[in-house]
């Protein structure tokens, strides 16, 4: 960023080593990092979002585009999936039985919670996850913001929390990658992750809903999720352990979703698997998701994926491959899967905001090992990929209405 687009006294963040894309070890403490003021400075123009169904406005310090930005200092051919600081964060605040109302971008740093927050101690918190891309004009797209603005409200009734609504969600999301453009990468090098977190931040010692409520956002330049990027990943199917049960929350992004993967996951890869393949908690033969991504199964011109009945998470890039994929001419199944349908495949491949697709060159079930397209990414596979990462990064015509462009 150049210097005339220093905001307020706060400076770029310098460029460290990427960490793994989740919580940092000092990520909490009692110090709060300055807000940005609202009105006009330098390169950043304030704007108000009014929303008539609550009375009330959300007001955000968004950058304009007429100042040239210097594209932060990174080797982006060798970009991963890890966590790297930006520049600013968004956040917003509200109370227990009341509704958001005003929000506005921060210096990116750490945050002040109570020991007592209700996150902390009892969980109550969800995440969102989805990306900005640079296309080749300069221009930056989003994919489908509305869907994750969406589903965090369902999340949100879910875990008794009050969720901003959609277009409070949007105009935030499109501030925060605004304020750090200079971290989205090169057209083709990867993408600015965005992380939007809903967390009760109010203290509350015994078993109840927090009185407070924080949204917030944060952004990471990030390249492939996997190491093998667009190659083959290896599953193991896990018949043990479970990813989620009926009646619970499997079905929204609560972060005790993840934790509750770690050990099979890291048992997985400690014995040289990519990821795990979770089975449901009842019958244990039907295929429910990998730790982090929704599975599809391909059968001659048939593309299968488990139907959403309450423990796998709607994913919005399974949305779209399914849409995708029927524009494509395949036809396409949400059903039970079982085990057999998987190792009766001709391909099997995930899908997710962070792999965008990923396929699958070998499932491992019960200590048999079979495999999938030879050493290769099988063609169904290959062509969802080319087709979706084309509409996300602007390579093709939207014709499904699909992209935000914000500049």
């Known amino acids: 960023m150049e210097s005339g687009a220093v905001f307020a006294g706060l400076h770029p963040t310098p460029i460290s080593q990427p960490h793994l894309l ?3 070890r000092s990520a909490i403490k009692l110090l709060s990092p300055p807000s940005l003021p609202l009105q006009k400075q330098s390169r950043f123009a304030s704007f108000v979002n009014q929303n008539n ?23 982006w051919d060798n970009l991963g999936f890890g966590f790297m600081p930006t520049d600013y964060m968004y956040t917003m605040k509200c109370s227990q039985e009341e509704t958001f109302s005003k929000g506005e971008l921060q210096r990116f740093g750490n945050i002040e919670l109570s020991p007592s927050s209700g996150i902390l101690n009892y969980g109550q918190g969800l995440f969102e996850g ?3 891309y640079r296309k080749h004009d300069g221009n930056i797209l989003l994919f489908r913001p509305e869907e994750n603005a969406m589903r965090l409200r369902v999340g949100a009734e879910r875990m008794c929390m009050p969720a901003p609504t959609v277009e409070q969600f949007v105009e935030a999301v499109k501030a925060t990658v605004l304020a750090n453009e200079r ?11 965005i992380r939007p977190l809903l967390m009760g931040s109010g203290a509350v010692l015994g078993l109840a809903p927090a009185p407070e409520y924080t949204f917030l956002i944060y952004v990471s330049p990030v390249g492939n999720y996997f190491k093998e990027g667009l190659a083959p990943i290896n599953l193991i199917v896990e018949t043990e352990m479970h990813r989620a049960t009926p009646g619970g929350t499997g079905g929204v992004k609560t972060i005790g979703n993840y934790a509750a993967v770690l050990r099979a996951q890291c048992a997985a890869k400690a014995k040289g698997f990519s990821d795990v393949l979770y089975l449901d908690s009842i019958h244990k033969k039907y295929l429910e998701e990998v730790s982090s991504c929704n599975v599809f199964v391909v059968k001659d011109n048939v593309i299968l994926t488990p139907a959403i009945k309450g ?6 890039t399974r949305k ?15 059903r039970l899967v079982t085990v057999d349908d998987l190792l009766d495949a001709d391909e099997v491949f995930c899908t997710g905001t962070a792999v965008v697709i990923s396929p699958v060159g070998s499932i491992t079930y019960l200590g048999k090992r079979v495999t999938y397209g030879g050493d290769g990414v099988g063609r169904v596979s290959q062509l969802l990929y080319t087709t979706l990462t084309s509409l996300q990064m602007g ?13």
């Not at 989205?184 to 992750?193: D, H, M, N, Q, V």
């Not at 423990?311 to 919005?316: D, V």
């Open 183 to 193: 971290w989205i990468p090169p057209p083709g090098k990867g993408s600015l992750y």
């Open 130 to 132: 989805l990306k900005a």
């Open 53 to 75: 169904s609550i009375g009330k406005s959300l007001r955000v310090a968004s950058p304009t585009s007429n100042v040239a930005l210097e594209q932060a200092d990174i080797d």
């Open 395 to 407: 390579l093709t015509e939207d014709k499904m209405g699909w992209t935000v462009q914000l500049k």
């Open 22 to 24: 989740g919580p940092a």
């Open 311 to 316: 423990t796998i998470l709607p994913g919005i």
């Open 320 to 334: 779209s491959i399914i849409d995708v994929a029927l524009s494509l001419g395949f036809k396409a199944e949400e």
